[in-house]
């Protein structure tokens, strides 16, 4: 007779660990080398979402650079961003590690106000990685995937403060079954600018 | 200068110059456009805030299809064949899963089995491809060795998709895929 595992392919322990691990630390040292080489100001970006699908919500922390200055003539910057999201329900927990390449429009008429409304788009590169344990049912489950989407993040400062803002955000994702997957709730606290201290 | 480079700002990276820092801010638009083709090979199944799907119905792991008359004692052979498509249980067990997979409009799914080992208690649930326990059907039951069980997985409210369903009695252990149409 054979003996087959019951855990059939595609659904290994282990699988795909590595890849995501690789993809993950390259992910990590391209995004920080660009990170660590733009002149600008730093964010910390620390929030909790209300999001589509499984979990109802999500816990988001990130870090965000902005390259270069806004530009003369228009109110427009380029973030960079790299972004953690973490959400559990029920055994199943989900991670994801993002980065961010923005173009931001800072809505014009704001500008000596502590309301700070913006518009970004940008491609965004994603690695996903998911876990379930089954407990008393046999199996631990694991899968990860990598995607590429295009955002449009619709967001505001709604409270300024000299080192903490408050802020909201909400993203659009394409291509999506949830276009518009999670609304935001967080602080972005101001790191050091450290070019600007030499 | 560029933009947004102050004087001597550059000093403090590590790993580029002011030259190629201005090179890096003007490649970020391009960057914008050299994406947008790729998005159209995107897989737009993938949510980011879903878990990634953790398996699809495969007829290879699907358990047997040789359950008993519904509403009868279920009948299952000594050590049914297994259909051609389908993945045979571990020694000791005989357990099949009908209708797989279900049409459109099926009440339930029977999931029946019989040990001709002794296990001291049997837990079944079905998974889905999420990796989310969407139905304990049996939990620390008792499963005497010869009798054939029956489990039924009501199917209202269920939404269509793929699903599995895991088996553990001591040390036997399986798993078939299911697909709920």
Not at chain 2, 123 to 147: F, K, R, Y
Request: proline share 9%.
């Amino acid at each position: 007779m054979i003996f087959r595992s019951s855990r059939p392919a595609g659904a290994t322990r282990l699988d795909p660990s590595h890849r995501l691990a690789a993809g993950f630390v390259a992910l990590v040292l391209l995004t920080g080398s660009w990170l660590a080489a733009s002149p600008a100001a730093a964010e910390v970006l620390v929030a909790g979402a209300a999001a589509r699908g499984l979990f109802g919500w999500e816990a988001i922390g990130g870090y965000e650079r902005v390259v270069g200055k806004q530009l003369k003539e228009v109110p427009v910057d380029f973030p960079l961003r790299i972004e953690g999201h973490f959400a559990t329900r029920d055994r199943v927990t989900n991670v994801v590690l993002s980065t961010y390449a923005l173009a931001r429009l800072l809505v014009p008429g704001f500008e000596k106000s502590d309301f700070n409304p913006y518009l970004a788009t940008g491609p965004g590169f994603h690695i996903q990685g998911s876990y379930s344990d089954l407990g008393a049912f046999g199996d631990v489950l694991a899968k990860g995937e990598a995607a590429l989407k295009w955002h449009v993040l619709a967001g505001a400062i709604l409270a300024r403060g000299a080192r903490v803002d408050i802020y909201t955000e909400g993203r659009y994702t394409e291509p999506s079954p949830y276009h518009f997957d999670y609304i935001a709730l967080g602080v972005r606290v101001h790191a050091a600018d450290l070019s600007r201290q030499r | 200068m560029l933009p947004g480079v102050k004087n001597g700002a550059w000093r403090g990276t590590f790993f580029v110059g002011p030259n190629v820092l201005g090179r890096l801010q003007l490649l970020l638009p391009l960057l914008f456009l050299l994406v947008l083709p790729l998005l159209t090979a995107c897989d737009e199944d993938v949510t980011l805030v879903d878990p990634a799907p953790i398996f699809s119905f495969d007829p290879e792991n699907a358990w047997a299809t040789t359950c008993g008359p519904p509403g009868g004692p279920g009948k299952i052979a000594s050590q049914p064949a297994p259909t051609p498509a389908s993945v045979p249980p571990p020694p000791g067990l005989a357990i099949s899963a009908c209708p797989n997979p279900a049409p459109p409009g099926t009440p339930e799914i029977t999931i029946e089995f019989r040990l001709d080992v002794r296990v001291p208690s049997v837990n079944l649930a079905i998974v889905n491809s999420s990796g989310q326990i969407v139905q304990v059907l049996l939990m620390d039951e008792a499963a005497p060795m010869g009798s054939t069980i029956r489990a039924s997985w009501l199917l209202e409210g269920i939404t269509p998709g793929d699903y599995r369903a895991y088996f553990l009695a001591g040390s036997l252990e399986t798993s078939g895929d299911i697909q709920v149409q």
